[in-house]
């Protein structure tokens, strides 16, 4: 594993048991059927931040599938108090775009391998440098081919498998610009500075593994799990703010997971770096799309 940086360290941890987490696509295929579009829930009093919900419930209905429109905005990126890649904080502007309500389901990227357009998810976890016995210890928390994992997010995909299943559907995946101000509603920094601790923010994962999608109330636009449960690939390079554009290979994945213990990273202005062909179970993904589809 790449340990030239704690923020490359902290994604690649990749899933542990509960005891040691105490220790411590070129072919036009069919496309699926159109996804609904949802009605945005109220917002919180403060942007991004919801309420914690027990970790019995689920919502009803089921969101999965539904997506929501989040119109063209300028919108602050980044914060002031958080690490350096996420410095200086800046203005972005945002087209309209629709946003996948819940991260990929294990169920949802099925549908797209029995179609023959997505490559199965791995069963077990994949990076540069793993060790055998790394690879047999996370093999139980890669959710395919789990009965009870179904409605699980989609883990131990690599960028392309997120990316094709995401264009079978008729989507995208999230700029990096998108996905925080989906997250935020525009103020990240507001969000994460201006008094609020709950855990929906700043609170690292509260299960061994990942879990079910929606599992805890949605934020400031009705998206669920925008902070833990599992990382998020986006569709940017890692680029530093002051240098965008770059040619890093590498992508920017958002939002945190189940794995980090220490909940300062579990922050929506949070972001990593992820070699693209990585397959981690602790790295999932959503998608988003520029245009409903007519009719």
């Known amino acids: 594993m790449n340990t030239h940086s704690q923020k490359v360290r902290r994604h690649l941890i990749a899933s542990l048991p509960a005891s040691l987490l105490l220790l ?3 072919v036009a295929l069919p496309s699926p059927v159109a996804h609904p579009i949802a009605t945005i829930p109220g917002t919180s009093a403060i942007p991004g931040v919801a309420d914690e919900m027990p970790p019995s419930v689920v919502a009803k209905p089921s969101p999965v599938g539904s997506m929501v ?3 063209e905005a300028s919108a602050l990126m980044g914060s002031d108090t958080g690490e350096a890649d996420e410095r200086p904080v800046h203005e972005v502007h945002v087209a309209a775009f629709d946003m996948d309500l819940t991260e990929v389901s294990v169920a949802q990227y099925e549908g797209c391998v029995l179609a023959g357009a997505c490559v199965a998810a791995g069963s077990t ?3 540069l440098g793993i060790t055998t016995v790394d690879s047999e210890l996370y093999a139980d928390e890669c959710n395919r081919d789990r009965a009870d994992r179904q409605d699980y997010a989609a883990n131990c995909v690599d960028w392309s498998m997120a990316d094709a ?3 079978w559907a008729g989507k995208r995946l999230p700029t990096e610009e998108e996905w925080e101000y989906a997250a935020c509603g525009g103020d990240c920094n507001l969000a994460l500075n201006g008094g609020s601790e709950r855990s929906i923010v700043r609170g690292a994962a509260r299960w061994p593994g ?3 999608v929606a599992r805890g109330r949605p934020g400031v636009f009705g998206l669920y799990d925008m902070a833990g449960n599992v990382w998020e690939w986006t569709a940017s390079r890692y680029c530093s703010y002051d240098h965008p554009g770059c040619d890093d290979a590498r992508r920017v994945v ?3 997971s189940w ?7 579990v922050r929506l202005t949070d972001r990593a770096p992820s070699d693209p062909v990585a397959r981690n179970t602790n790295l999932g993904f959503r998608c988003a799309r ?3 589809p007519a009719g």
Not at 259 to 265: E, G, H, P, R, T
């Open 259 to 265: 794995s980090l213990i220490d909940d300062q990273f």
């Open 24 to 26: 411590a696509g070129c």
């Open 69 to 71: 429109r989040i119109h």
């Open 254 to 256: 958002r939002g945190g």
């Open 210 to 212: 990942s879990g079910r």
């Open 125 to 127: 976890a994949s990076w």
């Open 290 to 292: 520029d245009d409903a």
């Open 165 to 167: 299943y995401c264009r």
